[in-house]
DNA sequence: TAGGCCATCTGGTCCT
DNA sequence: AGGACCAGATGGCCTA
């Protein structure tokens, strides 16, 4: 899934500029006209879609989108205007639609270096080996639990009380306790795939303590 | 088929 | 002013 997208992605970023019409001269510009247009192109596929949103999506946020999302804050008419119609003094819709395909561009970088922090946070997390690899959310949730498990044995081995109790979870035990958790902090902290690592992990570090290894891998685990 | 997870686009807001 | 950050929307893929 990820993987694929990955791969295509960039590559198609520049031809959309082509896509632009010459029609520099106006800044007014018709969304609804551009929307309709494009929900009719639409072919449905990730790449395609990316394709074609940027000749239609830099501009035209698909009519359907639009309408259902609730502005956040201060936002009557910001861009849209209600009217369906927007003017932006100052750039032309070729320069607002290279804007935009510049600003898609960051920000598929910045999901990817926050995607590439999520693998690195995945190799350093002991987890018991899974066919799939953790989500994005295990992947947090485990994180934060290892750190709640060496923060006792931090405090155990300077005599001090454990800040944290895990409880172990039975593995049958599906309940909703994930995220709802808010308090982060004593009760069962169950993860979504592994039940059992918070215990893991405390069983694990508490044993290295005792024998006084340091290094903790996901070997181990 | 429904639900979960994800990538991407998008526009608003914040920050430098 | 421009970039970073954020959150909503959308659609694809996968699995139970």
Known sequence: MSGSDEGSGTPDQDHNVAFWPEDDEEIEVDYMHLGSEDSGGKTG???SRQDCSDSSGS???SPSRKQSRPKRKGCSGSVNGGSGRRRKSGIS???RNL???ESNERERMRMHSLNDAFEQLREVIPHVKMERKLSKIETLTLAKNYIMALTN????MRGEEKPYTFLDVDCGSNSSTNGNNSSGEQGPEEDMAEPNNNSLFQ???EHRTMTGTSSISIQDI
Do not use: M, Y
């Open 93 to 95: 819709a070729r320069e």
């Open 203 to 205: 069983e694990n570090l």
């Open 45 to 47: 596929d990730a790449k």
């Open 99 to 101: 804007r935009r395909l």
């Open 59 to 61: 501009e035209g946020p």
């Open 153 to 156: 044995v931090i405090c155990e």
